[in-house]
């Protein structure tokens, strides 16, 4: 079981990255897959959330109407559409997999399995 995410990089203020996180050796389609990050001197943080199969999503009111969760199933890889990045989105932002569905802010408590290494975002002003 593995999750890779790719992505990252530096953008200016208002700029846009996708990032992406690609898995391998579980059924894809029956997790729900959640984006985290963790900025500099900070605890990690749940931003956004999608259930399997595609369904529901849940964002951070940080991230609300910036950002956008999708997956494709077929390519056993989900996605974060990231827009009007500012300084405060600068960290490492790390997807994880866990079965089933996400439920709002009670996602970032559920159990995840699999988490990947993180891909670093920097957002200069």
């Known amino acids: 079981e593995q999750l890779v995410e790719s992505g990252g990089g530096t953008v200016q203020a208002g700029g846009s990255l996708k990032l992406s996180c690609a898995a391998s050796?579980?059924?894809?389609?029956?997790?729900?897959i959640g984006w985290f990050r963790q900025a500099p001197g900070k605890e990690r943080e749940g931003i956004s959330c999608i259930s399997r199969n595609g369904g529901s999503t849940f964002y951070e009111n940080a991230v609300l109407g910036r950002f956008t969760v999708f997956r494709n199933d077929a390519k056993n890889t989900a996605y974060l559409q990231m827009d009007s990045l500012n300084s405060d989105d600068t960290a490492k932002y790390y997807c994880a997999a866990g079965w089933g569905y996400c439920v709002g802010k009670d996602s970032w408590t559920r159990e995840w399995t699999d988490w990947g290494q993180g891909t670093p975002v920097t957002v200069s002003s």
């Open positions: 050796g579980f059924p894809f389609h029956d997790y729900a």
